[in-house]
């Protein structure tokens, strides 16, 4: 699927070029050789077209209604000027507008199709084709001059509605109820996410982080200019154990910044998920927040700022979080390894950009804790043992098999993997995206070999188990894009969902109690990690094909291009939570939307007149 959609963004920007390019050249020999190869790139993005519709309506409905259209109107024009040996301008000229509309109507026109998009496309076109029937000038000004005015006038309505107000609340105005099979309780009227907070009672770990620009020397001698949690680079791994009441002060001294802290994949009360202008607002420079809840699952996560997060994150404002079963010492060697790469190009696994060595003796059990803090994926090779994926995103899979160094571990942005084994009598390396010469050497003698293999396939790893959802009373379909549209007044070529970006995306309102599915579509030619709050979601199936092996419970999964994945949560966590793409800069350019239970209510704010910029 990503093939097709890759061959139909090109074969329209292709077929466009030949349609421009065969007018002047209209009665030479050349001329007839483009206009021949125009045609052949028309009737083959109609094949495209056909085999999309294959994949599920979704990638088509735009295309049917616009494209399809245009690519028949343009190849049955070309059929017949191909025969003439001096094709009438006029024709060619209708020949290359038709063209270029589908190169707009790619850029314009998604999911779902909207009458100003189509009008925007075929308005002009229109205008055009009026100017060239009427006979007098006069009135050939006057078409023109008014078809200006109005595209004018609906581009600057559009900039302007697209501008953020001073203060926009993000309560439940506008939103998509979903296919409702029946409504479920609603919450306390007016519960505000100011008071889903933590634990009162007191806490058994405190912990203080302070936010602190510094210059960081990296085990190289590479030095970043970072944004950090107490000057280190990743930020102070929190371990804590099960049961513990954790409470965590956020101090900032950044100048001129604010921060907050959001606990990745902790399913904590809404007041305490960090997320600027939703939950809270941002510790603004000189100020603190304090931060509790209780760490009921065990598992492997992160920490990270949710203010100007697409900068933030980057820069380094990122640290680990690890919640263990008990308090006795572990008979395991227990690793938490972030992967995260500087604007510098210096990637870090764990604490080091260069080969770090640690020493393990044979036979000792070995948890490693892959955490993907960066934007983009990364592959992730264990050489020179056997071992297993015992957990992803926080929670154990069921019976997970053996892997051996031919399968490579694709870790989504944001994404953890538990990776369990009995350290052999030779070395271990964990490699991280084919670079030998760095990552993290355990024991002692030759580095092992990493020969080539293929990405393990979570959807079929590990053993079936019953699922604990039954019927879902709301459906919902995100349908992921890109798109040309407006952004706070300026136009941009966004990420959309739904064909919107932020704040314009409806939020999916829910219920407590509900039993949510969820279809994401990918139409775009880049992957989405996408990132509930609040919640794990079980998949229930990709592109199609249900899952087969263990139950799969995720807070980010990463939906690769041309891919549909259906995914389900219980709504049993009242709140007003964040779903957007954790490649941070996309969520900035607006895809982001967010999940409301109904009755839950914020006094948080973004706006021009607030201090609260969440991505």
């Known amino acids: ?50 085999l999309l519709g294959g994949a599920g309506w979704w990638f088509v409905p735009d295309r049917l209604v616009t494209a399809v259209p245009l690519t028949l109107l343009s190849g049955l024009v070309g059929v017949a000027l191909v025969r003439r040996r001096t094709p009438p301008a006029p024709a060619m000229i209708a020949a290359a507008y038709v063209a ?110 302070t936010a602190r620009a510094a210059t960081v020397t990296l085990p190289s001698g590479a030095t970043v200019d970072a944004w950090t949690f107490d000057s280190q680079l990743p930020g102070p791994e929190l371990r804590v154990t099960r049961g513990d009441v954790v409470e965590v002060t956020l101090r900032n001294d950044l100048p001129g910044i604010g921060v907050t802290l959001h606990w990745h994949g902790y399913d904590v009360p809404a007041g305490e998920d960090g997320v600027a202008g939703v939950t809270q607002d941002a510790v603004p420079p000189g100020g603190t927040f304090t931060y509790r809840f209780e760490a009921k699952d065990v598992g492997s996560y992160w920490y990270h700022s949710h203010e100007m997060s697409s900068e933030a994150v980057r820069k380094g404002l990122y640290g680990t979080l690890v919640v263990t079963p008990d308090g006795t010492e572990s008979a395991e060697t227990d690793i938490a390894l972030p992967v995260h790469r500087f604007d510098t190009g210096a990637t870090m ?30 592959r992730v ?18 019976g997970p098999t053996v892997l051996t160094a031919e399968t490579t571990l694709r870790l989504p942005a944001g994404g953890r993997y ?34 080539a293999g293929s990405d393990l396939d979570i959807t079929r790893y590990g053993t079936p188990a019953p699922g604990p959802f039954g019927r879902y009373n709301k459906d919902y379909t995100l349908v992921l894009d890109r798109l040309v549209r ?67 419970w995720l807070d980010t999964f990463d939906v690769l291009p041309g ?15 964040l779903d957007h793409c954790h490649n941070l800069p996309h969520a900035k350019q607006g895809m982001v939307l967010h999940v409301a239970y109904r009755g839950v209510t914020s006094p948080f704010a973004v706006g021009r007149r607030t201090a609260n910029h969440p991505e």
Do not use: C
């Open 349 to 378: 696994l764990g604490g080091s950009d260069r080969r770090e060595t640690r020493d393990v003796p044979a036979g000792r059990r070995v948890r490693l804790r892959l955490i993907n803090t960066d934007n983009d994926a990364h």
């Open 100 to 209: 270029v509309a589908g190169i707009a109507m790619q850029f314009l026109v998604g999911y779902p199709v909207t009458v100003g998009a189509v009008a925007a496309v075929f308005g002009p076109g229109a205008a055009a084709l009026l100017v060239w029937r009427l006979p007098a000038l006069t009135a050939r000004v006057a078409v023109v001059a008014t078809t200006a005015a109005a595209l004018l006038a609906a581009g600057v309505t559009a900039a302007v509605g697209s501008r953020l107000p001073d203060r926009l609340d993000h309560n439940t105005h506008g939103a998509d109820s979903g296919h409702a099979a029946h409504a479920g309780p609603a919450a306390a009227p007016g519960v505000s996410v100011a008071d889903l907070r933590g634990p009162s009672r007191a806490p058994t770990r405190k912990f203080t982080l």
């Open 418 to 451: 538990d990776v369990v084994f009995t350290m052999p009598a030779g070395a271990v390396h964990v490699m991280v995206d084919g670079r030998d010469s760095d990552g993290l050497l355990l024991g002692t003698g030759a580095m092992p070999a990493h020969p």
């Open 486 to 552: 407006f952004l706070d007044g300026v136009p941009s070529y966004a990420y959309t969902v739904n064909g919107g970006v932020y704040p314009d995306i409806p939020p999916l309102l829910v219920d407590q109690g509900d039993e949510v599915r969820t279809t994401v579509v990918n139409r775009g030619t880049e992957s989405h990690p996408m990132h509930l709050h609040g919640h794990h979601v079980l998949v229930l199936s990709r592109n199609g094909r249900p899952v087969t092996g263990s139950p799969l």
């Open 1 to 50: 699927m990503s093939v097709l959609l890759v061959l139909d963004l090109l074969l329209v920007v292709v077929a466009g070029g030949l349609w421009v390019a065969a007018w002047p050249l209209r009665g030479a020999k050349a001329g007839a050789a483009v206009l021949i190869a125009a045609v052949l790139a028309t009737a083959a993005r109609a094949t495209v077209v056909a």
């Open 563 to 577: 891919e549909v994945w259906q995914v389900a949560f219980r709504a049993d966590n009242p709140g007003i939570w």
């Open 381 to 398: 090779a264990v050489g020179g043992t056997l071992y297993i994926v015992s957990a992803i995103d926080g929670r154990d899979l069921n």
